[in-house]
């Protein structure tokens, strides 16, 4: 006797025939029933009957299918597809059977509960759940070395407990996601050593019942890797920007040191390709005649990739692109490849909001492959004006005699850089050791110098000279490493002149705290060693899924302090170094310290409409030695459109200290906390995707333990925005608000609408004011 089906013993749902052809009503309502070990939103993402969007998660509020009804624009309405349902049934048993319920029974339930107004249900009745009892390999190759069969079974999937040489004791939930992994490590494990012609049916997951307990079983991965196989002789064609096939020059390579006897590397290129045929032998990671190894083949490709010049054609292990010819144990391998333009000149314009709303232009000159060697070097000049507003003028204008701070009128702030920089894509000394590294996938050196000037709200930089020497280590596409063996820094600052008038007023020009506030605008002289530790697998400009993690180190002032005291007056420490150059009239002061930083950002895919974004900000910077204050242009600062909105740059903190009566900007210490959802509510409207983003940023910056301002009255005057434990988290300004974000493919405007939920001086929920802001990207 046939047993009734699930949607026939639910009686209260009403089954129709899929087969129906009516696709006019409107999908308001979606459900899952029986789905007791997969989420709702878990199907809800695999199905593709949909309803339309949701706004914040709330049941049928559908605002911009509202909008589009009203105005014909926004969403349109979700149509009922029966067609779609049947194939969605298919989908969740696929899904199913792949986390182990392979007697999985799925029907649906069509309701029209208002005319043309649908509910769909999919009723799910899971089945008992399968589980992989051991996991077994048979038809391994015999290794001639040893460990690498122990680092093979060590880096599987199913790792643990061996019952014997060959076999894992698992006892865990059937996933079929994993058994693909392994067949995936199998196979890269193969191709690896030397058995190229190895394809996924050479590795076959096969699966047998227990016949007590069919949920119970056992996996046998039975493998058949072919044969060895040898890399043969290696062509690269390279032509110059314009293409073509015709070439002229050739060399061939045959022989130690770059191929095994009896093979060669042969090499063609056209006269305007302008490089050398060394660069090209030193981006490939084999050797002709060497057992063929996919890893070295796959980093080769990637070498060429990353060198900047060029562009890959075409690179395969056949002449014509096809498939290898895997009845000859001698595998060639063929690059085609071509240079860009030598030399590129780009202009940009851009808008920009700090304290005001300002443009900007600039001027961009690249030589890609200075030397033919794939150098980079780049000369770039940025300059930009801002208008500033009395209101933001005043905050750090002197009072008058009622108290009052009084501004002359708005100023146009104005800066510039000039920046030149030469890049190789190696490791120079004295890294060049760890070239061909396993665990450097690709390197880069980076020389730059800049020179700029700028005007800021409390203080001007006169000048700004920097070098960097910086090498970069790409470990993989997930991680990376940058190491600043060499930075060097010499800034000099004054106060602006309303910061300074108002600084004297409150403490009387020539007096103790006067002098002492002025140290922090002396010239100043700088070294850093920094390394650089990050990790991201997101898209850059979308930022809509995985993470982007920094962590950073720096080492400070150790240059300057070993010439003064071995070089400028051997035996004493004055702690200032003369100008070199004539470079400033007054001596260049400097300060020993160490400071760390963390940066951590999550983006959680709600729907595929929605992005759930976080990120925690962490550093500290403090002083070592006999040092004890932090150079300016090396503290922490809070505030802005990038940073937590709803403040201005630099007008955020220290601690509780409001800006009124702020005497040294910037902190030691920054804690950080922002949250941001973002949904599409317009598709295609300019060619954007337009998203709606609710965002709250908080945080502050504060004065660190070592950083002491007492006045002549031993009174310390920077209480209330040093850093305690006890009180520090009533010191965290919040901002929350509202944005645009208009989504190009290339490129994101920023409109964001803030209000300052936790004003740290007129308390919660008590400044009404709205702060706008305007940014390129998203803050994070």
Same mark, same amino acid.
């Given at each position: 006797m046939n047993e009734p089906s699930y949607a026939q013993q639910n009686e209260e749902f009403t089954t129709e025939e899929i087969s129906a052809d009516e696709e006019d009503g409107v999908v308001r309502r979606l459900r899952f029933t029986g789905n007791r070990n997969a989420s709702n939103r878990a199907l809800t993402t695999l199905v593709r009957t949909r309803t339309n969007r949701e706004f914040l998660g709330i049941r049928r509020f559908?605002?911009?299918?509202?909008?589009?009804?009203?105005?014909?624009?926004?969403?349109?309405?979700?149509?009922?597809?029966?067609?779609?349902?049947?194939?969605?049934?298919? +989908? #969740?048993?696929? $899904?199913?059977? *792949?986390? /182990? %319920?392979?007697? @999985?029974?799925? =029907?649906?339930?069509?309701?029209?509960? &208002?005319?043309?107004?649908?509910?769909?249900?999919?009723?799910?009745?899971?089945?008992?759940?399968?589980?992989?009892?051991?996991?077994?390999?048979?038809?391994?190759?015999?290794?001639?070395?040893?460990?690498?069969?122990?680092?093979?079974?060590?880096?599987?999937?199913?790792?643990?407990?061996?019952?014997?040489?060959?076999?894992?004791?698992?006892?865990?939930?059937?996933?079929?996601?994993?058994?693909?992994?392994?067949?995936? +490590? #199998?196979?890269? $494990?193969?191709? *690896?050593? /030397? %058995?190229?012609? @190895?394809?996924? =049916?050479?590795?076959?997951?096969?699966? &047998?019942?227990?016949?007590?307990?069919?949920?119970?079983?056992?996996?046998?991965?039975?493998?058949?890797?072919?044969?060895?196989?040898?890399?043969?002789?290696?062509?690269?064609?390279?032509?110059?920007?314009?293409?073509?096939?015709?070439?002229?020059?050739?060399?061939?390579?045959?022989?130690?040191?770059?191929?095994?006897?009896?093979?060669?590397?042969?090499?063609?290129?056209?006269?305007?390709?302008?490089?050398?045929?060394?660069?090209?032998?030193?981006?490939?990671?084999?050797?002709?005649?060497?057992?063929?190894?996919?890893?070295?083949?796959?980093?080769?490709?990637?070498?060429?990739?990353?060198?900047?010049?060029?562009?890959?054609?075409?690179?395969?292990?056949?002449?014509?692109?096809?498939?290898?010819?895997?009845?000859?144990?001698?595998?060639?391998?063929?690059?085609?490849?071509?240079?860009?333009?030598?030399?590129?000149?780009?202009?940009?314009?851009?808008?920009?909001?700090?304290?005001?709303?300002?443009?900007?232009?600039?001027?961009?000159?690249?030589?890609?492959?200075?030397?033919?060697?794939?150098?980079?070097?780049?000369?770039?000049?940025n300059t930009s004006f801002e208008f500033v507003s009395s209101r933001t003028l005043s905050e750090i204008a002197p009072r008058d005699t009622t108290g009052r701070r009084t501004s002359s009128g708005a100023a146009i702030f104005q800066s510039y850089e000039v920046r030149a920089e030469y890049s190789v894509p190696r490791l120079n000394f004295p890294f060049t050791f760890l070239t061909g590294s396993r665990f450097v996938e690709s390197a880069r050196t980076r020389y730059t110098l800049t020179y700029s000037q700028s005007n800021q709200l409390f203080f001007d930089i006169n000048s700004d000279i920097r070098f960097n020497l910086r090498y970069e280590f790409r470990h993989s596409s997930r991680y990376t490493s940058l190491f600043d063996l060499l930075e060097l820094d010499i800034v000099d600052t004054n106060p602006s002149d309303q910061f300074r008038q108002n600084l004297i007023n409150e403490f009387g020009e020539g007096s103790f705290e006067f002098l002492r506030i002025e140290q922090d605008f002396n010239p100043q002289f700088s070294s850093i060693i920094r390394y650089t530790f990050r990790s991201q697998n997101t898209h850059l400009i979308k930022r809509d899924f995985g993470h982007f993690a920094e962590f950073s180190l720096s080492l400070a002032g150790n240059i300057p302090y070993a010439i003064d005291r071995y070089i400028s007056n051997p035996g004493e420490i004055e702690g200032s170094l003369p100008s070199p150059f004539g470079l400033s009239s007054n001596d260049l002061s400097y300060s020993r310290f160490i400071k760390f930083s963390s940066d951590y950002r999550r983006y959680i895919p709600l729907t595929q409409n929605s992005v759930l974004a976080f990120r925690a900000f962490g550093g500290i910077a403090q002083p070592i030695g006999d040092s004890e204050t932090i150079p300016l242009n090396r503290r922490f600062f809070a505030g802005g459109s990038n940073d937590i909105r709803g403040w201005n740059p630099f007008r955020l903190g220290p601690g509780a200290i409001s800006p009124d009566d702020l005497s040294i900007p910037g902190g030691e210490i920054k804690l950080a906390f922002f949250k941001e959802y973002r949904t599409i509510f317009l598709r295609d409207v300019f060619n954007a995707q337009w998203f709606l983003a609710w965002h709250t940023d908080a945080g502050n910056v504060w004065y660190g333990p070592r950083n002491t301002f007492r006045d002549e009255d031993d009174v310390e005057l920077l209480r209330d925005g040093k850093f305690f434990l006890d009180s520090f988290y009533k010191q965290l300004a919040v901002g929350s608000g509202f944005g645009i974000r208009l989504d190009w493919e290339f490129i994101v405007f920023r409109f964001d609408l803030t209000y300052r939920v936790h004003d740290l001086q007129e308390g919660w929920l008590e400044n009404r004011l709205p702060y706008f802001s305007f940014g390129i990207g998203h803050s994070f």
């Amino acid at each position: 006797m046939n047993e009734p089906s699930y949607a026939q013993q639910n009686e209260e749902f009403t089954t129709e025939e899929i087969s129906a052809d009516e696709e006019d009503g409107v999908v308001r309502r979606l459900r899952f029933t029986g789905n007791r070990n997969a989420s709702n939103r878990a199907l809800t993402t695999l199905v593709r009957t949909r309803t339309n969007r949701e706004f914040l998660g709330i049941r049928r509020f559908t605002p911009w299918y509202y909008i589009w009804q009203v105005f014909g624009v926004g969403e349109s309405p979700s149509l009922l597809n029966r067609e779609v349902v049947a194939n969605d049934i298919e +989908r #969740i048993k696929l $899904f199913y059977e *792949n986390l /182990g %319920f392979f007697e @999985v029974e799925v =029907d649906t339930s069509i309701i029209e509960f &208002r005319e043309n107004r649908y509910e769909v249900s999919f009723l799910i009745r899971e089945g008992p759940e399968s589980s992989i009892r051991t996991v077994s390999y048979t038809g391994l190759p015999e290794l001639e070395n040893e460990n690498l069969l122990r680092n093979f079974y060590r880096n599987s999937v199913f790792s643990g407990h061996m019952l014997n040489d060959s076999t894992f004791s698992h006892n865990s939930r059937y996933r079929a996601q994993q058994l693909r992994e392994e067949q995936t +490590r #199998i196979i890269n $494990f193969l191709k *690896n050593e /030397g %058995f190229a012609s @190895v394809v996924r =049916d050479s590795v076959r997951a096969l699966l &047998r019942r227990d016949s007590d307990d069919p949920t119970t079983i056992d996996v046998l991965f039975a493998i058949r890797p072919g044969d060895i196989y040898t890399f043969g002789d290696i062509q690269i064609n390279l032509s110059g920007p314009e293409g073509g096939d015709e070439f002229d020059e050739s060399e061939t390579k045959e022989g130690p040191p770059h191929a095994l006897e009896g093979y060669a590397i042969r090499m063609q290129k056209q006269n305007k390709a302008q490089t050398h045929f060394d660069l090209l032998t030193e981006q490939i990671h084999f050797k002709p005649g060497d057992t063929f190894d996919q890893s070295a083949y796959l980093r080769s490709i990637n070498s060429f990739q990353n060198l900047g010049n060029v562009l890959i054609n075409r690179f395969g292990l056949s002449e014509d692109s096809s498939l290898p010819d895997f009845s000859e144990s001698v595998i060639p391998v063929y690059f085609d490849l071509q240079t860009i333009p030598k030399h590129s000149l780009r202009a940009e314009f851009f808008g920009m909001r700090r304290y005001g709303f300002g443009t900007g232009a600039g001027a961009n000159y690249t030589n890609n492959n200075v030397f033919g060697m794939a150098e980079n070097l780049n000369f770039g000049l940025n300059t930009s004006f801002e208008f500033v507003s009395s209101r933001t003028l005043s905050e750090i204008a002197p009072r008058d005699t009622t108290g009052r701070r009084t501004s002359s009128g708005a100023a146009i702030f104005q800066s510039y850089e000039v920046r030149a920089e030469y890049s190789v894509p190696r490791l120079n000394f004295p890294f060049t050791f760890l070239t061909g590294s396993r665990f450097v996938e690709s390197a880069r050196t980076r020389y730059t110098l800049t020179y700029s000037q700028s005007n800021q709200l409390f203080f001007d930089i006169n000048s700004d000279i920097r070098f960097n020497l910086r090498y970069e280590f790409r470990h993989s596409s997930r991680y990376t490493s940058l190491f600043d063996l060499l930075e060097l820094d010499i800034v000099d600052t004054n106060p602006s002149d309303q910061f300074r008038q108002n600084l004297i007023n409150e403490f009387g020009e020539g007096s103790f705290e006067f002098l002492r506030i002025e140290q922090d605008f002396n010239p100043q002289f700088s070294s850093i060693i920094r390394y650089t530790f990050r990790s991201q697998n997101t898209h850059l400009i979308k930022r809509d899924f995985g993470h982007f993690a920094e962590f950073s180190l720096s080492l400070a002032g150790n240059i300057p302090y070993a010439i003064d005291r071995y070089i400028s007056n051997p035996g004493e420490i004055e702690g200032s170094l003369p100008s070199p150059f004539g470079l400033s009239s007054n001596d260049l002061s400097y300060s020993r310290f160490i400071k760390f930083s963390s940066d951590y950002r999550r983006y959680i895919p709600l729907t595929q409409n929605s992005v759930l974004a976080f990120r925690a900000f962490g550093g500290i910077a403090q002083p070592i030695g006999d040092s004890e204050t932090i150079p300016l242009n090396r503290r922490f600062f809070a505030g802005g459109s990038n940073d937590i909105r709803g403040w201005n740059p630099f007008r955020l903190g220290p601690g509780a200290i409001s800006p009124d009566d702020l005497s040294i900007p910037g902190g030691e210490i920054k804690l950080a906390f922002f949250k941001e959802y973002r949904t599409i509510f317009l598709r295609d409207v300019f060619n954007a995707q337009w998203f709606l983003a609710w965002h709250t940023d908080a945080g502050n910056v504060w004065y660190g333990p070592r950083n002491t301002f007492r006045d002549e009255d031993d009174v310390e005057l920077l209480r209330d925005g040093k850093f305690f434990l006890d009180s520090f988290y009533k010191q965290l300004a919040v901002g929350s608000g509202f944005g645009i974000r208009l989504d190009w493919e290339f490129i994101v405007f920023r409109f964001d609408l803030t209000y300052r939920v936790h004003d740290l001086q007129e308390g919660w929920l008590e400044n009404r004011l709205p702060y706008f802001s305007f940014g390129i990207g998203h803050s994070f």
